[in-house]
């Protein structure tokens, strides 16, 4: 069965349903904590009665910095939203290790940001090195990949379409919430994971909702296209792409086409207006949530509950 580590200011954490027992390591880093793995069992297995996690202030669990890596439009969900057709290739995108935040932290917007939108994702977290070259079977992904995280892939739409800029408007401060569970897995634990939901709601409505299913390049694949340019490292994060249901949509083909003919600034400034009437982008005092689960509950990557605030 899968473990739940939490991490706060004062260390990490064993949960053990709604109690939290200290891990007796001295690991700083996430890479460190997979290193002491000893310590975590040691921590699973105590009889200590533990701290109520409700007492408990869950910081990342991912330690940076690190590689912060992301494939792009990777659940046909997502793919159909987007106006895709046909064979997508695989593509992948960094993200500055500095936008990793904790899994109750506000989401930042900048104040140039209008369209802020959010974007669900099951993070991979490596537990070994995996040098440029590396082919990973379905198999060999207990060797590679340590553990589980929820991650948002916060965007400022603006940036990234008008400029094609996915590394800015990904990567500001805040953008990759992160947690609150870095969930360590057994091997048996991976025949599982086709199995895991993400949800996603603001102020509870919902807006995303999809199994691993819906994954167009999966995670053993995932990883060996990227080996083929990128090593990772123990502790760096791979997030696996989000399904349908964000506020950014393609809009319909007659509006493209007659889009196509327009020059670049008059075209953007149209599309833009036109998504100013869209009530799905993230405003200043909601309140995004997030789960990851198998519906058994036996890989459970916790809540993660995000307020949105304006810079100061």
């Given at each position: 069965?899968?473990?739940?580590?939490?991490?706060?200011?004062?260390?990490?954490?064993?949960v053990?349903?709604?109690r939290?027992?200290?891990?007796?390591?001295?690991?700083?880093?996430?890479?460190?904590?997979?290193?002491?793995?000893?310590?975590v069992?040691?921590a699973?297995?105590?009889?200590?009665?533990?701290?109520p996690?409700?007492?408990?202030?869950?910081?990342s669990?991912?330690?940076?910095?690190?590689?912060?890596v992301?494939?792009?439009?990777?659940?046909?969900?997502?793919?159909?939203?987007?106006?895709?057709?046909?064979?997508?290739?695989?593509?992948f995108?960094?993200?500055?290790?500095?936008?990793?935040?904790?899994?109750?932290?506000?989401?930042?917007?900048?104040?140039?940001?209008?369209?802020?939108?959010?974007?669900?994702?099951?993070?991979?977290?490596?537990?070994?090195?995996?040098?440029?070259?590396?082919?990973?079977e379905?198999?060999?992904?207990?060797?590679?990949?340590?553990?589980?995280?929820?991650?948002?892939?916060?965007?400022?739409?603006?940036v990234?379409?008008?400029?094609?800029?996915?590394?800015?408007?990904?990567?500001?401060?805040?953008?990759?919430?992160?947690?609150?569970?870095?969930?360590?897995?057994?091997?048996?634990?991976?025949?599982?994971?086709l199995?895991?939901r993400l949800?996603?709601?603001?102020?509870?409505?919902?807006?995303?909702?999809?199994?691993?299913?819906?994954?167009?390049?999966?995670?053993?694949?995932?990883?060996?296209?990227?080996?083929?340019?990128?090593?990772?490292?123990?502790?760096?994060?791979?997030?696996t792409?989000?399904?349908g249901?964000?506020?950014?949509?393609?809009?319909?083909?007659?509006?493209?086409?007659?889009?196509?003919?327009?020059?670049?600034?008059?075209?953007?400034?149209?599309?833009?207006?036109?998504?100013?009437?869209?009530?799905?982008?993230?405003?200043?005092?909601?309140?995004i949530?997030?789960?990851?689960?198998?519906?058994?509950?036996?890989?459970?990557?916790?809540?993660?509950?995000?307020?949105?605030?304006?810079?100061?």
């Open positions: 069965m899968s473990t739940n580590v939490l991490r706060t200011a004062d260390g990490w954490w064993v053990r349903g709604d939290a027992v200290p891990v007796d390591t001295k690991a700083a880093t996430t890479a460190e904590l997979l290193a002491d793995r000893a310590a069992r040691e699973a297995a105590s009889g200590e009665a533990g701290t996690v409700a007492d408990l202030v869950a910081i669990p991912v330690t940076t910095p690190c590689r912060v992301a494939q792009m439009v990777n659940y046909r969900s997502h793919a159909r939203d987007s106006g895709f057709k046909g064979e997508i290739p695989p593509a995108f960094r993200k500055a290790s500095g936008s990793v935040s904790g899994p109750c932290e506000a989401v930042v917007r900048p104040s140039h940001v209008t369209f802020l939108d959010y974007e669900i994702e099951l993070g991979l977290v490596m537990g070994a090195p995996l040098p440029v070259g590396t082919v990973v379905e198999r060999d992904l207990p060797s590679y990949v340590a553990g589980l995280v929820i991650t948002n892939d916060i965007s400022a739409r603006e990234q379409l008008t400029r094609t800029q996915f590394y800015e408007s990904k990567s500001y401060p805040t953008f990759t919430p992160t947690g609150p569970h870095l969930t360590l897995l057994e091997p048996e634990d991976f025949a599982h994971l199995d895991l949800k996603l709601s603001v102020n509870g409505e919902p807006r995303q909702d999809r199994t691993l299913a819906d994954m167009i390049v999966r995670p053993a694949q995932a990883l060996t296209l990227l080996a083929r340019f990128q090593t990772l490292d123990a502790g760096d994060l791979l997030l792409g989000t399904p249901g964000t506020a950014l949509k393609a809009p319909p083909k007659a509006v493209e086409k007659i889009g196509s003919l327009l020059p670049p600034a008059v075209k953007w400034k149209a599309f833009f207006k036109s998504q100013a009437k869209n009530p799905h982008y993230l405003h200043t005092g909601d309140v949530t997030a789960t990851i689960a198998t519906p058994d509950g036996r890989i459970d990557l916790g809540e993660q509950r995000t307020p949105v605030a304006d810079a100061n």
